[in-house]
């Protein structure tokens, strides 16, 4: 009899293509004072492709970026802010994700998050999305519980 179902965070439960293309056309959209010389299309393109699905960390992607289209007014450390304090706003759950949790949670398992990402920055989009549904979140080797109140332990 199954008690309990882990989920992956990205990929699984957050469609990340997605919310990447979201946060991207927001963030051009934000910062366009200091990218306007940048053709917004060329700008989430380029993105994308330095992004490579989630593999390389955004401090490289933007540092890539700031130096081939020469942003000036905005270090990739400012980008790199812009990231991670506007990304968990732009957040898309896969159609119909909601209702699969309501299920499973009506039957009473036991659910659970295990990701590799980044421990503080995971933590924002899980809040944003999905967090009520789930007791334990297993991030970046720490593991986060109902039961230590949701502190690293």
């Known amino acids: 009899m199954v008690k309990a179902v882990m989920f992956d965070l990205d990929g699984t439960l957050l469609n990340r293509d997605d919310s990447i293309q979201k946060f991207i056309k927001y963030q051009y959209k934000r910062l366009q004072h200091w990218l306007s010389h940048i053709s917004k299309e060329w700008y989430i393109a380029r993105f994308i492709e330095l992004d490579d699905r989630g593999y390389v960390w955004k401090d490289t992607v933007y540092q890539q970026i700031v130096k081939e289209f020469e942003i000036h007014g905005l270090t ?8 991670l304090k506007h ?6 759950p896969f159609p119909n994700l909601m209702w699969m949790l309501e299920e499973l949670k009506r039957k009473s ?13 995971q933590m924002h989009s899980i809040f944003k ?11 970046e ?3 986060l519980s109902e039961k230590a109140g949701l502190r690293c332990i």
């Open 109 to 121: 398992l036991k659910l659970g998050i295990i990701t590799n990402g980044k421990g503080p920055f």
């Open 129 to 139: 999305l999905i967090y009520r549904f789930f007791g334990t979140i297993f991030i």
């Open 141 to 143: 080797r720490r593991i």
């Open 87 to 92: 990304f968990h706003q732009s957040c898309v």
């Open 76 to 83: 990739w450390e400012d980008l790199l802010e812009d990231y």
